[in-house]
Each structure stands twice: as C-alpha cells, then as structure tokens.
C-alpha cells in the first residue's frame, strides 16, 4: 500500500483518552499502533491479546474489516475496546455493534495525532465525526454452584 494513501488514514488515539481506558481495561494488545508497518504483521491476519484496544483506521472498508475482526475475537471470548467514528446509520452499526458492544459516546470531538495530507505532524486533528467507544466485553465463565 502506498505510505502517503496510508498516513491520511493513521492517527493516534490521545494519551489521555488510551490511558483512561487502559487504567480500566488493562490492554495487552493493539492491532493497529500508530505508524505500524503491515509488511511485518496486518492486525487482521494476527490473533489478538485477551484484551485489545482498537482505533482501527477510519476508511469504510478497513474500519468495517475491524469490526468484524473485533466480533470474531469476542467470540473468542477476548475483551475489545474499540474507538470508533459515531455512525448510527450503517448496517454494520445495527447488526453487530448495537446488539453486542457496550457503547460509549463520547463529548467533544478526540484530537488525534498524525500526518496530514501536507506531511505535516499535527497534534490536534479533530475528527470529520463524533466518536464513541464500544466495548465487546467477554463472556463470564459460567461454573456450577450449589444451592444453599
């Protein structure tokens, strides 16, 4: 894939907000750091840690890969926190975000970081959309107890 088409579609998640969530969550995988190189490994072909955050890029093709891949690894029984563009219109939103994710809208608009179409580093690129943090959360162990 070329760098330049890539770089428009790779901004990282504010510190503050990846910190707040992980103080919570306790990350031990992301499938899409910032400037990652997918010659090395492609966060769609990898399984994933027991819990992952995600801001997977933004395009509608690969945003909607990662969802998918998201749902696949919570029926792995794995914990995915995702950071995504608020779009309640979509299929996508409606058959599988809606009916599975925990969802977390979010105030303001996130200023993320990256390069933009000049190749120039900015630090506080709003996003075209609101965003929301949607969270698949494993399913609980189920044991047997006795009734007392």
Known sequence: MDRSLRLSDDWKTPRYLYDELDKEFHFDFDPCPFMHDINFWNGLDVEWGSSNFVNPPYSRTLKEL?????????????????????????KIFHEIILPNFEIRFLKGRVKFEGINSFGETVTNKCGMHDSMVVIFRPKLQTSKTSDN
Do not use: C, D
Request: charged share 20%; no cysteine; hydrophobic share 45%.
């Open 66 to 90: 990662f969802i998918r891949k998201a749902y696949a690894e919570y029926q792995k029984n794995k914990l995915v926190v995702m950071l995504l563009p608020v779009s309640t219109s979509t």
